[in-house]
């Protein structure tokens, strides 16, 4: 796609948002991520490594004793820890912590390169998921992917166009097709989740705060499905959350959205997160007592083309009491089905008193990216973004 092309289509998707809603790097900033060099080749040097199960418990089963609930971790802590506080990587829908150690097409991955910046990395499975096993009689019925469905909305949706800005993704290495090697490998790492997204919920939570509470104070790095457990472990231990980067954090607020293409495109779907961001309850002041005290309206028109209209809390809106104190930021890519509606999370959370930073990839001179940006080509120069502002404001 030329230059010309991939401009108009960026300015009729929404680069005219508000400017309070973008809180991008300054042109210095921005010029660093840019030049940012390549991965390092030299060996990296590891202190320690290995693997460790929290939370779980025992419960009945008509084979006798199961236990259900634990989540599988695997940590590596680099020789040369130059940084305080780790950092957790959670995955999204369908994955696994694989989606972290490298790239279907064989490059480094975002934990290698944490570990090569100094950080201490944890990288998860969720429970109920993968390594952490899964029991049908406990968790239920599972949501399974298809190869389709995953081309279509991850690796190639510039071939469906199923949202306006579908076009734009250039970034996939490959393909994103079945047949295409580097596909194959990474639909071999689809696996079956939980259908019941509540008790997901609660699972993730109180394994995080378990992790959190035996591993001490951490940065969350959470991915689509698992966003919502990041500002939920954030409310249950605001001492110990140092930070949270959010990659295209599941939403929007309240409904799902469904797509139904060209002229009006969106549409409301199903009333995923009654509690806002979130399935479960939050630390609201005014305390909530249930869902409908957030009191939902409906923006009367988009920020912007290619932009959904946002569901939020009628003003007054309640204040998160436990995530003001947290270093957040939000990242969305170019070409993402996140990219019409991820700025309603933003707006949620600045309405509830929690100051944060929205960054479009775009506004940092990366271009063309989809929902696994840390899959694709220039996935290194991403982390180099989220490392530049963890270094910044995680204190």
Request: aromatic share 10%; hydrophobic share 40%.
């Amino acid at each position: 796609m030329n230059k010309a092309v991939r401009d108009w289509l960026w300015k009729l998707c929404g680069l005219a948002l508000p400017a309070f809603l973008i809180v991008s790097f300054t042109a210095h900033a921005a010029q660093a991520v840019k030049a940012a060099p390549a991965a390092k080749t030299a060996p990296l040097t590891i202190a320690k490594q290995g693997y460790f199960f929290v939370a779980g418990q025992y419960s009945k089963s008509k084979d006798g004793q199961v236990m259900t609930g634990q989540m599988f971790v695997q940590f590596q802590i680099p020789q040369q820890r130059k940084h305080r506080y780790p950092v957790v990587m959670w995955h999204g829908g369908g994955q696994t912590g694989t989606n972290f150690l490298a790239t279907p097409d064989g490059r480094p991955g975002w934990a290698d390169y944490f570990l090569r910046a100094g950080y201490a990395v944890y990288v998860v499975d969720q429970p109920a998921r993968a390594r952490s096993g899964y029991f049908t009689d406990a968790y239920g019925p599972t949501r399974r992917p298809n190869a389709t469905a995953m081309s279509e909305r991850f690796t190639a949706p510039e071939l469906a166009k199923l949202y306006p800005q579908a076009a734009m993704h250039t970034q996939w290495p490959g393909k994103g097709v079945a047949g295409d090697p580097t596909f194959d490998q990474f639909f071999a790492s689809q696996v079956e989740d939980m259908s019941n997204l509540t008790a997901l919920e609660d699972l993730n939570r109180s394994a995080g705060v378990a992790l959190l509470d035996k591993i001490g104070p951490a940065i969350l790095l959470t991915h689509s499905q698992s966003g919502p457990f990041g500002w939920e472990i954030a409310d249950s231990r605001p001492a110990l959350v140092k930070g949270v980067v959010a990659i295209e954090p599941n939403g929007p607020p309240f409904y799902e959205n469904s797509v139904i293409g060209a002229p009006d495109w969106f549409k409301d779907a199903a009333l995923g997160r009654a509690w806002g961001i979130t399935r479960l309850p939050l630390a609201y002041d005014p305390p909530a007592g249930e869902p409908k005290d957030l009191l939902m309206v409906r923006e009367d028109k988009a920020d912007g083309p290619g932009l959904v209209r946002c569901w939020q809390q009628d003003a007054p809106a309640r204040q998160l009491v436990n995530l003001k104190r947290t270093p957040i930021l939000i990242v969305v890519s170019e070409a993402s089905y996140h990219a019409p509606y991820d700025h309603c999370t933003s707006k949620f959370l600045a309405a509830a008193g929690v100051k944060h930073t929205f960054t479009r990839l775009p506004s940092v001179g990366i271009h063309g990216n989809g929902h696994m940006m840390m899959l694709e080509k220039n996935n290194l120069q991403i982390a180099a973004v989220l490392k530049q502002w963890m270094e910044k404001s995680v204190r």
